[in-house]
């Protein structure tokens, strides 16, 4: 199969498939033996938009959940396991948080999706996720190392792809660094819409809808039920929404009332 062409095929014809959809197609392959299951929380979060629109500074929805989920696996570490398959099923906890963002951004006249690793987020303030979030989605995009070695992966044979794939997910010098980080963050609710159940390669996944004039949004946790059940996901998403409505609100008047004096 080849990714290496951008064009179209015409009406009736066929043709590869461009080189944009490279990583996806094999995220898919993984993902697809990945035993995931979505469980959905609706949210009451108007406290948290009112504060977030009233701040001096714009912080977004991806910003504040990265920061709330970092606070959330601080207090339970079981939130760092992944599955590792080869040569037997074990588990593995990586050693340090890593949040990973999904970013739609154009390049080579085509859209990509890349991700965006953030180290160690429960370390970072709301501020500092943010103007992370804002260099992933504006700065060059071959400026940015990680979209860099994703467009050199695109190009390189499948057999040597799947290799990476397997030495990512099995290698005991490569777990601990590699995609995911323990946790990914994907949306697309500035479109107005809700992404049900978003492909995982092991690592949980975090998704949110729109905010609804009710104040409530829709919160969901796509998890590897050979690691957990739904009662667990259900009790770490009513954590999640308590440190949303306390601790995050808390930070954006700190941040907003700090600005305001400086």
Avoid at 5 to 17: A, N, Q, V
Avoid at 22 to 32: G, I
Avoid at 198 to 224: A, F, I, R
Wanted: glycine fraction near 8%.
């Amino acid at each position: 199969m080849s990714f290496h062409s951008s064009l179209t095929p015409p009406d009736g014809g066929m043709g590869p498939l461009p080189i944009n959809r490279a990583f996806v197609v094999d995220y898919l392959q993984v993902a697809s033996r990945v035993p995931s299951q979505p469980l959905v929380r609706r949210m009451s979060l108007g406290e948290v938009g009112r504060v977030r629109e009233q701040a001096c500074v714009r912080i977004g929805w991806t910003a504040v959940f990265t920061r709330a989920y970092a606070l959330l696996t601080e207090r339970h570490p079981d939130l760092r396991l992944r599955v590792v398959e080869w040569p037997w099923l074990r588990l593995f906890r990586r050693p340090r948080q890593g949040a990973t963002i999904c970013v739609r951004r154009e390049h080579l006249g085509l859209q990509w999706l890349f991700y965006y690793g953030i180290p160690q987020p429960e370390q970072c303030s709301l501020d500092e996720i943010q103007r992370e979030l804002t260099h992933a989605a504006t700065a060059d995009v071959e400026s940015i190392e990680s979209f860099r070695s994703q467009i050199a992966y695109s190009r390189l044979p499948s057999p040597i792809r799947r290799l990476c794939w397997w030495a990512v997910l099995n290698s005991p010098k490569w777990l601990g660094k590699s995609m995911g980080g323990t946790v990914g963050i994907t949306s697309v609710a500035s479109w107005g819409a809700i992404s049900v159940h978003p492909p995982s390669v092991g690592v949980m996944v975090l998704t949110y809808g729109p905010l609804e004039q009710n104040g409530t949004m829709q919160v969901t946790l796509v998890y590897d039920h050979r690691l957990f059940d739904g009662a667990t996901i259900a009790m770490f998403l009513a954590e999640l929404e308590s440190i949303l409505q306390t601790q995050i609100v808390g930070e954006l008047r700190q941040l907003s009332q700090s600005r305001s004096a400086a």
